[in-house]
C-alpha cells in the first residue's frame, strides 16, 4: 500500500481535510454523487425516506479513482488502524459476505488476514456460493466477518444474524451494516410486497425486503447474543469524515 494512516495524517495534519480514498490510496481524490437514479426512483415510487439515510453521503458517494462507496471507504480506514494496533492475530480467518470488488481487492492487497474468503448467494466469482440463513460452515469457523448491505436483502434477518453469530469464535468480531434511517420509529418490512413499484415506495429499493430503524436494528443484532460497538463520528472525529467523503 502507498500510504499508511498514520502517514496520511502526518502529511495532512488534523483540521486540514484533504480528501483521500484509503481503497485505493489516493491523495486529494475527488468524490462523485450518488447516481441520480436513485433519486429518480424515490420520486417516482413515492419513496418517503430518500436522503434520510444514517451515512449515505449523497454528494460524496463513491470515489472517482476506483468506485468504492463511501462505507468501503469507512471499512477501510478502520480496518487498516486495527490491524496497525494489532488487533488481529497473524493468523486470522475472514469471511466477506457479497464482497464489494474495491473493498476485496483493498483487503488482499493489505494482508491483513492469513486466511480471507467470500461469499455470497448469486455472484459466481465468489469462493462460497452461501445463503445468510444457512450457511455451510461449522460453528466458531471465523475470526472476523464483513457483512455489508446484505440484511436488508434477506427474507428472515434474525435468522441470519443468529448464522452469523454461530460461525464466529468466541471473541472473533465483524462488520454488520444495512440502510438505516436515522428518525424511522420502527423497522418498516412487509413480506406480502414483492412487486419493485412496492418496494422501492417503501424500503428504497426494488430489492429490499425491509428498511430499519436505528433502534430496532441494534435490538436484533443483540438478540443473536453479539456485544454491539457502534462508532460514530465522535470515534472517528469530524475532520476524518470530511477528509474520507463520509456523511
Known amino acids: 500500500m502507498n500510504f499508511s494512516i498514520s502517514k496520511i495524517f502526518n502529511i495532512f495534519g488534523r483540521g486540514k481535510y484533504k480528501t483521500y480514498c484509503p481503497v485505493c490510496c489516493t491523495t486529494d481524490v475527488t468524490f462523485n454523487p450518488l447516481p441520480d437514479f436513485y433519486r429518480q426512483n424515490a420520486i417516482l415510487h413515492g419513496y418517503a425516506h430518500f436522503g434520510k439515510g444514517e451515512m449515505t453521503a449523497l454528494d460524496t458517494y463513491s470515489c472517482?479513482?476506483?468506485?468504492?462507496?463511501?462505507r468501503e471507504r469507512l471499512y477501510a480506514y478502520w480496518l487498516e488502524?486495527?490491524?496497525n494496533a494489532g488487533n488481529f492475530s497473524s493468523n486470522a480467518k475472514a469471511i466477506h459476505f457479497a464482497p464489494e470488488k474495491s473493498?476485496?481487492?483493498?483487503?488482499?492487497?493489505?494482508?491483513?488476514?492469513?486466511?480471507?474468503?467470500?461469499?455470497?448467494?448469486?455472484m459466481e466469482d465468489a469462493d462460497h456460493r452461501v445463503d445468510l440463513m444457512n450457511l455451510p460452515f461449522s460453528d466458531s469457523s471465523f475470526d472476523f466477518f464483513i457483512c455489508s448491505h446484505v440484511l436488508e436483502h434477506v427474507s428472515d434477518d434474525r435468522i441470519a444474524i443468529g448464522e452469523l453469530f454461530r460461525i464466529t469464535r468466541r471473541g472473533g468480531r465483524g462488520i454488520l451494516m444495512a440502510p438505516v434511517v436515522v428518525d424511522l420509529p420502527q423497522t418498516i418490512e412487509d413480506p406480502t410486497v414483492t412487486d419493485e413499484a412496492g418496494r422501492w415506495r417503501l424500503f428504497g429499493q426494488n430489492d429490499h425486503v425491509r428498511l430499519y430503524s436505528h433502534?430496532?436494528?441494534?435490538?436484533?443484532?443483540?438478540?443473536?447474543?453479539?456485544?454491539?460497538?457502534?462508532?460514530?463520528?465522535n470515534y472517528f472525529d469530524s475532520g476524518t469524515f470530511k477528509m474520507l467523503g463520509l456523511k
Open 81 to 83: 488502524a486495527e490491524v
Open 64 to 70: 472517482s479513482n476506483c468506485d468504492s462507496s463511501d
Open 103 to 122: 473493498f476485496a481487492d483493498y483487503i488482499r492487497r493489505s494482508k491483513a488476514f492469513a486466511d480471507y474468503q467470500t461469499a455470497d448467494l448469486m
Open 215 to 233: 433502534s430496532d436494528y441494534v435490538v436484533r443484532i443483540l438478540e443473536s447474543g453479539f456485544l454491539l460497538q457502534q462508532l460514530n463520528q
